[in-house]
């Protein structure tokens, strides 16, 4: 049975920072292609960040991109989400996703087979 579980999450104030955990059991991440979505309040669920370290390579929202940092270690069988100089419009419940996918679109969502329950992210501004 795969889970991913994330954690990580809570209250900080704008201009500050937090780390997201998502740890995997029941699938290992190394070829996988993993990704951080997010949902805040009456809004539709958003692609944040990508990796599929088997080709090396990241993605990002331009809505993050030069704040936030996504990254993977194998051997933890985790994925994290370095969140700096976080802005109101931040806050959201985020969430990591897990698949096998090709596909070139590391944001269509329909691609990630599996999903964590969320860790809720605030931020005060």
């Known amino acids: 049975q795969v889970q991913l579980v994330e954690s990580g999450g809570g209250w900080v104030q704008a201009g500050g920072s937090l780390r997201l955990s998502c740890e995997a059991s029941?699938?290992?991440?190394?070829?996988?292609?993993m990704g951080w979505f997010r949902q805040a309040p009456g809004k539709e669920r958003e692609a944040v960040a990508g990796?599929?370290?088997?080709?090396?390579?990241?993605y990002y929202a331009d809505s993050v991109k030069g704040r936030f940092t996504i990254s993977q270690d194998n051997a933890k069988n985790t994925v994290f989400l370095q969140m700096d100089s976080l802005k109101p419009e931040d806050a959201a419940m985020y969430y990591c996703?897990?698949?096998?996918?090709?596909?070139?679109?590391?944001?269509?969502?329909?691609?990630?087979?599996?999903w964590g329950q969320g860790t809720q992210v605030t931020v005060s501004s």
């Open positions: 990796i599929y370290s088997r080709f090396g390579r990241t």
């Open positions: 996703a897990a698949g096998s996918s090709s596909f070139s679109r590391w944001d269509v969502q329909s691609i990630y087979n599996y």
């Open positions: 029941g699938y290992t991440l190394s070829s996988a292609r």
